[in-house]
Protein backbone atom coordinates (compact mmCIF):
# COMPACT_ATOMS: atom_id res chain seq x y z
CA UNK A 1 0.00 0.00 0.00
CA UNK A 2 1.54 3.13 -1.05
CA UNK A 3 1.38 5.93 1.05
CA UNK A 4 -0.92 8.75 -0.86
CA UNK A 5 1.23 11.82 -2.17
CA UNK A 6 -1.73 14.65 -1.82
CA UNK A 7 -1.06 17.40 -4.79
CA UNK A 8 -2.25 20.60 -2.83
CA UNK A 9 -1.07 24.15 -2.48
CA UNK A 10 0.35 23.21 0.91
CA UNK A 11 2.34 20.74 -0.06
CA UNK A 12 3.77 21.86 -3.35
CA UNK A 13 4.89 25.37 -1.52
CA UNK A 14 6.09 23.32 1.64
CA UNK A 15 8.76 21.92 -1.43
CA UNK A 16 8.41 24.89 -3.74
CA UNK A 17 9.23 27.61 -1.03
CA UNK A 18 12.76 26.49 0.34
CA UNK A 19 13.83 25.38 -3.05
CA UNK A 20 12.86 28.61 -4.46
CA UNK A 21 15.35 30.57 -1.58
CA UNK A 22 17.80 27.77 -2.16
CA UNK A 23 17.83 28.38 -6.04
CA UNK A 24 18.50 32.28 -5.52
CA UNK A 25 21.16 31.88 -2.96
CA UNK A 26 23.38 29.74 -5.81
CA UNK A 27 23.38 32.09 -8.45
CA UNK A 28 23.76 35.23 -5.88
CA UNK A 29 26.96 33.68 -4.91
CA UNK A 30 28.17 34.84 -8.61
CA UNK A 31 25.93 37.87 -8.80
CA UNK A 32 27.42 39.36 -5.22
CA UNK A 33 30.86 38.95 -7.15
CA UNK A 34 29.44 40.63 -9.94
CA UNK A 35 28.12 43.64 -8.21
CA UNK A 36 31.20 43.98 -6.01
CA UNK A 37 33.64 42.93 -8.66
CA UNK A 38 31.93 45.61 -11.16
CA UNK A 39 32.85 48.60 -8.57
CA UNK A 40 36.35 47.94 -8.14
CA UNK A 41 38.10 51.22 -8.63
CA UNK A 42 41.08 49.56 -10.11
CA UNK A 43 40.60 48.17 -13.21
CA UNK A 44 36.88 47.48 -12.37
CA UNK A 45 35.60 46.65 -16.47
CA UNK A 46 38.37 44.30 -17.01
CA UNK A 47 37.22 42.54 -13.48
CA UNK A 48 34.20 42.20 -14.24
CA UNK A 49 34.63 40.62 -18.03
CA UNK A 50 37.59 38.36 -16.07
CA UNK A 51 34.58 37.17 -13.52
CA UNK A 52 31.71 37.16 -16.40
CA UNK A 53 34.09 34.44 -18.45
CA UNK A 54 35.33 32.53 -15.66
CA UNK A 55 31.87 32.39 -14.60
CA UNK A 56 30.63 30.88 -17.40
CA UNK A 57 33.32 28.23 -18.25
CA UNK A 58 32.86 27.13 -14.10
CA UNK A 59 29.25 26.96 -14.46
CA UNK A 60 29.45 25.13 -17.49
CA UNK A 61 31.88 22.57 -14.97
CA UNK A 62 29.08 22.48 -12.74
CA UNK A 63 26.34 21.66 -14.54
CA UNK A 64 27.39 19.37 -16.52
CA UNK A 65 28.79 17.31 -13.59
CA UNK A 66 26.23 18.67 -11.33
CA UNK A 67 23.36 16.89 -13.29
CA UNK A 68 23.86 13.54 -10.70
CA UNK A 69 21.97 15.70 -8.41
CA UNK A 70 18.96 14.98 -10.49
CA UNK A 71 19.61 11.54 -11.35
CA UNK A 72 20.07 10.74 -7.85
CA UNK A 73 16.57 12.77 -6.73
CA UNK A 74 14.86 11.23 -9.38
CA UNK A 75 15.58 7.82 -8.65
CA UNK A 76 15.20 8.08 -5.02
CA UNK A 77 11.92 9.81 -5.33
CA UNK A 78 10.62 7.21 -7.39
CA UNK A 79 12.02 4.15 -5.06
CA UNK A 80 10.05 6.37 -2.26
CA UNK A 81 6.94 6.44 -4.39
CA UNK A 82 7.18 2.68 -4.63
CA UNK A 83 8.19 1.92 -1.03
CA UNK A 84 11.81 0.48 -2.12
CA UNK A 85 13.91 2.73 -0.69
CA UNK A 86 15.87 0.29 1.00
CA UNK A 87 16.94 -1.08 -2.30
CA UNK A 88 19.07 1.52 -3.40
CA UNK A 89 19.98 2.55 0.19
CA UNK A 90 24.38 1.67 -1.29
CA UNK A 91 23.80 3.93 -4.01
CA UNK A 92 24.49 7.99 -3.28
CA UNK A 93 27.78 7.29 -1.89
CA UNK A 94 28.98 5.17 -5.26
CA UNK A 95 27.37 8.10 -7.26
CA UNK A 96 29.16 10.83 -5.11
CA UNK A 97 32.43 8.70 -5.42
CA UNK A 98 32.49 8.50 -8.96
CA UNK A 99 31.30 12.28 -9.53
CA UNK A 100 33.94 13.69 -7.06
CA UNK A 101 36.82 11.48 -8.61
CA UNK A 102 35.71 13.06 -12.18
CA UNK A 103 35.44 16.78 -10.85
CA UNK A 104 39.12 16.45 -9.15
CA UNK A 105 40.48 15.16 -12.48
CA UNK A 106 38.74 18.10 -14.52
CA UNK A 107 40.35 20.16 -11.59
CA UNK A 108 43.71 19.65 -12.56
CA UNK A 109 43.33 19.10 -16.56
CA UNK A 110 41.74 22.64 -16.75
CA UNK A 111 44.66 24.34 -14.50
CA UNK A 112 47.17 22.95 -16.78
CA UNK A 113 45.23 24.60 -19.97
CA UNK A 114 44.05 27.37 -18.44
CA UNK A 115 45.21 30.15 -20.15
CA UNK A 116 44.24 27.96 -23.36
CA UNK A 117 40.56 27.44 -22.29
CA UNK A 118 39.93 31.46 -21.59
CA UNK A 119 42.20 32.40 -25.15
CA UNK A 120 38.93 30.38 -26.67
CA UNK A 121 36.81 32.70 -25.25
CA UNK A 122 38.91 35.36 -26.66
CA UNK A 123 39.75 36.70 -23.53
CA UNK A 124 43.35 38.58 -24.07
CA UNK A 125 45.93 40.82 -22.07
CA UNK A 126 44.86 42.12 -18.90
CA UNK A 127 41.59 40.30 -19.04
CA UNK A 128 42.89 36.91 -20.18
CA UNK A 129 45.45 37.53 -16.99
CA UNK A 130 42.74 38.32 -14.25
CA UNK A 131 40.95 35.07 -15.93
CA UNK A 132 43.72 32.75 -15.17
CA UNK A 133 44.05 34.14 -11.20
CA UNK A 134 40.58 33.81 -10.64
CA UNK A 135 40.08 30.80 -11.86
CA UNK A 136 43.35 29.05 -10.01
CA UNK A 137 41.36 30.13 -6.83
CA UNK A 138 37.53 29.24 -7.68
CA UNK A 139 38.01 25.91 -9.71
CA UNK A 140 38.95 24.55 -5.73
CA UNK A 141 35.14 24.78 -5.17
CA UNK A 142 33.78 22.72 -8.02
CA UNK A 143 34.76 19.19 -6.18
CA UNK A 144 32.84 20.68 -2.86
CA UNK A 145 30.01 22.00 -4.57
CA UNK A 146 29.28 18.89 -6.51
CA UNK A 147 29.43 16.69 -3.00
CA UNK A 148 27.04 19.72 -1.47
CA UNK A 149 24.70 19.47 -4.66
CA UNK A 150 24.60 15.34 -4.55
CA UNK A 151 23.34 15.51 -1.10
CA UNK A 152 20.50 18.32 -1.90
CA UNK A 153 19.76 16.43 -4.52
CA UNK A 154 19.13 13.29 -1.96
CA UNK A 155 17.38 15.54 0.08
CA UNK A 156 15.16 16.36 -2.58
CA UNK A 157 14.19 12.75 -3.52
CA UNK A 158 13.10 12.63 0.52
CA UNK A 159 11.17 15.14 -0.40
CA UNK A 160 12.96 17.84 1.44
CA UNK A 161 13.76 20.97 0.49
CA UNK A 162 14.10 22.43 4.37
CA UNK A 163 17.42 21.21 4.89
CA UNK A 164 18.93 22.56 1.50
CA UNK A 165 17.41 26.05 1.57
CA UNK A 166 19.16 26.34 5.38
CA UNK A 167 22.65 25.51 4.11
CA UNK A 168 22.34 27.64 0.85
CA UNK A 169 21.28 30.79 3.27
CA UNK A 170 24.17 30.59 5.29
CA UNK A 171 26.72 29.69 2.22
CA UNK A 172 25.43 33.01 0.05
CA UNK A 173 25.38 35.38 3.51
CA UNK A 174 29.14 34.29 4.38
CA UNK A 175 29.65 34.90 0.81
CA UNK A 176 28.40 38.77 0.83
CA UNK A 177 30.68 39.45 4.34
CA UNK A 178 33.87 37.83 3.02
CA UNK A 179 33.28 39.81 -0.46
CA UNK A 180 33.13 42.88 1.16
CA UNK A 181 36.06 42.15 3.31
CA UNK A 182 38.96 40.12 0.79
CA UNK A 183 38.02 42.77 -2.06
CA UNK A 184 37.81 45.85 -0.95
CA UNK A 185 39.82 44.82 2.24
CA UNK A 186 39.37 45.67 6.01
CA UNK A 187 40.96 48.52 7.37
CA UNK A 188 43.87 47.89 9.68
CA UNK A 189 43.65 44.24 9.25
CA UNK A 190 43.54 43.11 5.75
CA UNK A 191 44.73 44.28 2.63
CA UNK A 192 41.81 45.11 -0.52
CA UNK A 193 42.42 41.50 -2.71
CA UNK A 194 40.19 42.77 -5.61
CA UNK A 195 39.60 40.07 -8.14
CA UNK A 196 41.38 37.15 -6.02
CA UNK A 197 39.35 38.02 -2.67
CA UNK A 198 36.13 37.34 -4.18
CA UNK A 199 37.46 34.39 -5.75
CA UNK A 200 39.07 33.60 -2.12
CA UNK A 201 35.33 34.22 -0.93
CA UNK A 202 33.36 31.92 -3.20
CA UNK A 203 35.91 29.04 -2.40
CA UNK A 204 35.74 29.19 1.53
CA UNK A 205 31.81 29.40 1.60
CA UNK A 206 31.65 26.52 -0.75
CA UNK A 207 33.61 25.09 1.75
CA UNK A 208 31.58 26.28 4.94
CA UNK A 209 28.52 24.74 2.63
CA UNK A 210 30.11 21.64 2.14
CA UNK A 211 30.74 20.83 5.48
CA UNK A 212 27.35 21.98 6.87
CA UNK A 213 25.39 19.82 4.63
CA UNK A 214 27.51 16.66 5.43
CA UNK A 215 26.48 17.30 8.82
CA UNK A 216 23.01 17.57 9.26
CA UNK A 217 22.78 14.93 5.94
CA UNK A 218 24.41 12.77 8.49
CA UNK A 219 22.33 13.76 11.62
CA UNK A 220 18.83 13.78 9.47
CA UNK A 221 18.54 10.81 7.08
CA UNK A 222 19.34 7.05 7.86
CA UNK A 223 21.45 7.21 4.30
CA UNK A 224 25.04 5.92 4.76
CA UNK A 225 27.46 7.21 2.50
CA UNK A 226 30.23 4.64 3.56
CA UNK A 227 31.29 3.48 0.14
CA UNK A 228 30.15 -0.40 -0.22
CA UNK A 229 30.75 -2.26 -3.31
CA UNK A 230 29.89 -4.05 -5.76
CA UNK A 231 27.84 -1.24 -7.47
CA UNK A 232 23.83 -1.67 -6.67
CA UNK A 233 22.49 -2.23 -10.10
CA UNK A 234 20.56 1.15 -10.35
CA UNK A 235 24.18 2.44 -11.07
CA UNK A 236 23.70 1.44 -14.82
CA UNK A 237 20.35 3.22 -15.25
CA UNK A 238 21.88 6.25 -12.95
CA UNK A 239 25.12 6.89 -15.06
CA UNK A 240 23.06 6.71 -18.60
CA UNK A 241 20.70 9.38 -17.06
CA UNK A 242 23.57 11.40 -16.02
CA UNK A 243 25.48 10.39 -19.48
CA UNK A 244 22.03 11.74 -21.20
CA UNK A 245 22.10 14.79 -18.77
CA UNK A 246 25.80 15.59 -19.62
CA UNK A 247 25.45 15.87 -23.09
CA UNK A 248 22.27 18.06 -22.72
CA UNK A 249 24.37 20.24 -20.76
CA UNK A 250 26.99 20.14 -22.76
CA UNK A 251 24.43 21.28 -25.82
CA UNK A 252 23.01 24.01 -22.89
CA UNK A 253 26.66 25.27 -22.12
CA UNK A 254 27.85 25.45 -25.83
CA UNK A 255 24.71 28.20 -26.41
CA UNK A 256 26.03 29.87 -23.13
CA UNK A 257 29.54 29.68 -24.08
CA UNK A 258 29.11 30.96 -27.87
CA UNK A 259 26.49 33.90 -26.39
CA UNK A 260 29.73 34.83 -23.91
CA UNK A 261 32.15 34.81 -26.69
CA UNK A 262 29.61 36.73 -28.96
CA UNK A 263 29.26 39.70 -26.63
CA UNK A 264 33.24 39.25 -25.94
CA UNK A 265 34.15 39.93 -29.48
CA UNK A 266 31.46 43.04 -29.36
CA UNK A 267 33.94 44.62 -26.97
CA UNK A 268 34.62 45.11 -22.98
CA UNK A 269 31.26 46.96 -22.73
CA UNK A 270 29.44 44.37 -24.20
CA UNK A 271 30.72 41.61 -22.14
CA UNK A 272 30.22 43.75 -19.40
CA UNK A 273 26.53 44.30 -20.00
CA UNK A 274 25.95 40.60 -20.80
CA UNK A 275 27.36 39.38 -17.34
CA UNK A 276 24.92 41.28 -15.88
CA UNK A 277 22.04 40.94 -18.24
CA UNK A 278 23.29 36.70 -17.76
CA UNK A 279 23.56 36.80 -14.34
CA UNK A 280 19.74 38.56 -13.75
CA UNK A 281 18.35 35.84 -16.42
CA UNK A 282 20.08 33.01 -14.22
CA UNK A 283 18.78 34.67 -10.94
CA UNK A 284 15.23 34.85 -12.10
CA UNK A 285 16.07 31.34 -13.49
CA UNK A 286 16.40 29.91 -10.02
CA UNK A 287 13.49 31.62 -9.03
CA UNK A 288 11.12 30.00 -10.92
CA UNK A 289 12.96 26.74 -10.52
CA UNK A 290 11.77 26.21 -6.79
CA UNK A 291 8.34 25.00 -8.70
CA UNK A 292 10.36 22.92 -10.77
CA UNK A 293 11.76 21.67 -7.99
CA UNK A 294 8.71 21.01 -6.21
CA UNK A 295 7.55 19.33 -9.67
CA UNK A 296 11.14 17.21 -9.91
CA UNK A 297 10.48 15.62 -6.02
CA UNK A 298 6.51 15.10 -6.48
CA UNK A 299 6.82 13.76 -9.93
CA UNK A 300 8.90 10.75 -9.27
CA UNK A 301 7.21 10.22 -5.77
CA UNK A 302 3.67 10.05 -7.76
CA UNK A 303 5.19 8.12 -10.91
CA UNK A 304 6.78 5.33 -8.62
CA UNK A 305 3.19 5.08 -6.90
CA UNK A 306 1.60 5.00 -10.15
CA UNK A 307 -0.18 8.11 -9.88
CA UNK A 308 -0.92 9.44 -12.71
CA UNK A 309 -4.17 11.96 -11.97
CA UNK A 310 -1.79 13.15 -9.28
CA UNK A 311 0.46 13.88 -11.77
CA UNK A 312 -1.35 15.72 -14.47
CA UNK A 313 -2.80 17.59 -11.53
CA UNK A 314 0.56 18.18 -10.33
CA UNK A 315 1.56 19.50 -13.32
CA UNK A 316 -1.32 22.05 -13.65
CA UNK A 317 -0.59 23.46 -10.43
CA UNK A 318 2.94 24.07 -10.77
CA UNK A 319 2.83 25.22 -14.37
CA UNK A 320 0.28 27.81 -12.93
CA UNK A 321 2.62 28.92 -9.81
CA UNK A 322 5.38 29.49 -11.99
CA UNK A 323 3.63 31.84 -14.22
CA UNK A 324 2.21 34.19 -11.96
CA UNK A 325 6.08 33.99 -10.76
CA UNK A 326 7.36 34.95 -14.13
CA UNK A 327 4.72 38.02 -14.41
CA UNK A 328 5.87 39.30 -11.35
CA UNK A 329 9.30 39.16 -11.80
CA UNK A 330 8.44 40.82 -15.23
CA UNK A 331 7.05 43.57 -13.21
CA UNK A 332 9.64 43.99 -10.47
CA UNK A 333 12.23 44.26 -14.07
CA UNK A 334 10.20 47.14 -15.46
CA UNK A 335 10.02 48.78 -12.37
CA UNK A 336 13.61 48.45 -11.61
CA UNK A 337 14.77 49.09 -15.02
CA UNK A 338 17.73 51.61 -14.25
CA UNK A 339 18.82 50.58 -10.60
CA UNK A 340 18.98 47.07 -11.52
CA UNK A 341 22.10 47.77 -14.27
CA UNK A 342 23.34 50.83 -11.88
CA UNK A 343 23.71 48.10 -8.58
CA UNK A 344 26.03 46.12 -10.97
CA UNK A 345 28.42 49.03 -12.52
CA UNK A 346 28.77 53.01 -12.81
CA UNK A 347 30.77 52.13 -16.38
CA UNK A 348 28.20 54.21 -18.41
CA UNK A 349 29.32 52.63 -21.44
CA UNK A 350 28.46 49.22 -20.27
CA UNK A 351 24.87 49.96 -18.52
CA UNK A 352 24.26 51.82 -21.94
CA UNK A 353 24.71 48.00 -23.86
CA UNK A 354 23.00 46.58 -20.55
CA UNK A 355 19.82 48.46 -21.29
CA UNK A 356 19.57 48.20 -24.73
CA UNK A 357 18.82 44.39 -24.52
CA UNK A 358 16.89 44.28 -20.96
CA UNK A 359 13.96 44.19 -22.22
CA UNK A 360 14.00 40.92 -23.79
CA UNK A 361 15.49 39.59 -20.98
CA UNK A 362 12.25 40.69 -18.99
CA UNK A 363 9.56 39.93 -21.73
CA UNK A 364 11.31 36.34 -22.40
CA UNK A 365 10.54 35.31 -18.24
CA UNK A 366 6.85 33.68 -19.18
CA UNK A 367 8.33 31.36 -22.05
CA UNK A 368 11.37 30.49 -19.27
CA UNK A 369 8.69 29.43 -16.70
CA UNK A 370 7.12 26.95 -18.97
CA UNK A 371 10.44 25.37 -20.02
CA UNK A 372 12.19 25.30 -16.20
CA UNK A 373 8.59 23.76 -14.66
CA UNK A 374 8.37 20.95 -17.28
CA UNK A 375 12.12 20.29 -17.18
CA UNK A 376 11.61 19.74 -13.48
CA UNK A 377 8.39 17.94 -13.98
CA UNK A 378 10.21 15.31 -16.53
CA UNK A 379 13.66 15.05 -14.23
CA UNK A 380 11.47 13.95 -11.43
CA UNK A 381 9.98 11.31 -13.91
CA UNK A 382 13.89 9.97 -15.01
CA UNK A 383 12.73 11.37 -18.50
CA UNK A 384 16.46 12.33 -19.08
CA UNK A 385 16.79 11.00 -22.73
CA UNK A 386 13.95 13.17 -24.42
CA UNK A 387 14.99 16.01 -22.20
CA UNK A 388 19.10 15.45 -24.47
CA UNK A 389 16.89 15.67 -27.40
CA UNK A 390 15.16 18.52 -26.96
CA UNK A 391 17.94 20.38 -25.72
CA UNK A 392 19.82 19.68 -28.86
CA UNK A 393 17.23 20.23 -31.42
CA UNK A 394 16.69 24.12 -29.23
CA UNK A 395 20.43 24.39 -29.26
CA UNK A 396 21.52 23.43 -32.86
CA UNK A 397 18.08 24.02 -35.06
CA UNK A 398 17.00 27.36 -32.67
CA UNK A 399 19.93 29.49 -30.86
CA UNK A 400 22.70 29.36 -33.22
CA UNK A 401 20.94 29.43 -36.38
CA UNK A 402 18.86 32.64 -34.60
CA UNK A 403 22.33 34.00 -33.15
CA UNK A 404 23.93 34.02 -36.63
CA UNK A 405 21.31 35.08 -39.12
CA UNK A 406 20.88 38.35 -36.23
CA UNK A 407 24.54 38.61 -36.30
CA UNK A 408 24.98 38.36 -40.02
CA UNK A 409 21.80 40.94 -40.59
CA UNK A 410 23.48 43.32 -37.91
CA UNK A 411 21.67 42.52 -35.02
CA UNK A 412 25.21 42.80 -32.53
CA UNK A 413 23.89 42.40 -29.25
CA UNK A 414 20.21 42.19 -29.87
CA UNK A 415 21.40 38.50 -31.88
CA UNK A 416 22.41 37.41 -28.91
CA UNK A 417 19.41 37.57 -26.81
CA UNK A 418 16.42 37.10 -29.16
CA UNK A 419 18.65 33.93 -29.82
CA UNK A 420 17.94 32.87 -26.10
CA UNK A 421 14.23 33.66 -26.47
CA UNK A 422 13.53 31.37 -29.27
CA UNK A 423 15.80 28.78 -27.62
CA UNK A 424 13.87 28.83 -24.58
CA UNK A 425 10.44 29.13 -26.87
CA UNK A 426 11.82 25.39 -28.53
CA UNK A 427 12.21 23.75 -25.11
CA UNK A 428 9.20 24.57 -23.12
CA UNK A 429 6.91 24.12 -25.96
CA UNK A 430 8.07 20.35 -26.71
CA UNK A 431 8.10 19.53 -23.08
CA UNK A 432 4.77 21.39 -22.45
CA UNK A 433 2.98 19.16 -25.14
CA UNK A 434 5.39 16.25 -24.97
CA UNK A 435 3.80 15.85 -21.00
CA UNK A 436 -0.01 15.95 -22.76
CA UNK A 437 0.38 13.14 -25.11
CA UNK A 438 1.84 11.28 -22.76
CA UNK A 439 -0.05 11.25 -19.79
CA UNK A 440 -3.16 12.80 -20.76
CA UNK A 441 -4.45 9.06 -22.44
CA UNK A 442 -3.40 7.01 -19.13
CA UNK A 443 -5.50 9.31 -16.93
CA UNK A 444 -8.86 7.06 -18.12
CA UNK A 445 -6.72 3.89 -17.42
CA UNK A 446 -4.63 5.02 -13.82
Known amino acids: MHNKTIVSFKTINKLAIPATIAGIAEPLLSITDTAIVGNIPVNGVASLAAAGIVGSFLSMLVWVLGQTRSAISALISQYLGANKLNKIADMPAQAIFLNISLSILLVLISLYFAEDIFGLFEASGLILEYCVSYFSIRVWGLPLTLFTFALFGIFRGLQNTFYPMVIAITGAALNVVLDFALVYGVEGLMPALYLEGAAYASLISQAVMAIAVLIVFRLKTNISLKLRFPFNREIKNLIGMSLNLFIRTLALNAALIVAVREATLLGNNYIGAHTIAINLWMFSAFFIDGYAAAGNSMAGKLLGAKDYKGLWKLAKKVFLYGWIISIALMCLGFIFYKPLGRLFSNDQPVLTAFYSIFFIVILGLPMNAIAFIYDGIFKGMGQMKYLRNVLLAATFLGFF ?34 FRKKFKPLLQNP
Open 401 to 434: PTLYIGKFLGGGFYAIWIAFVVWMAIRGGALFFQ
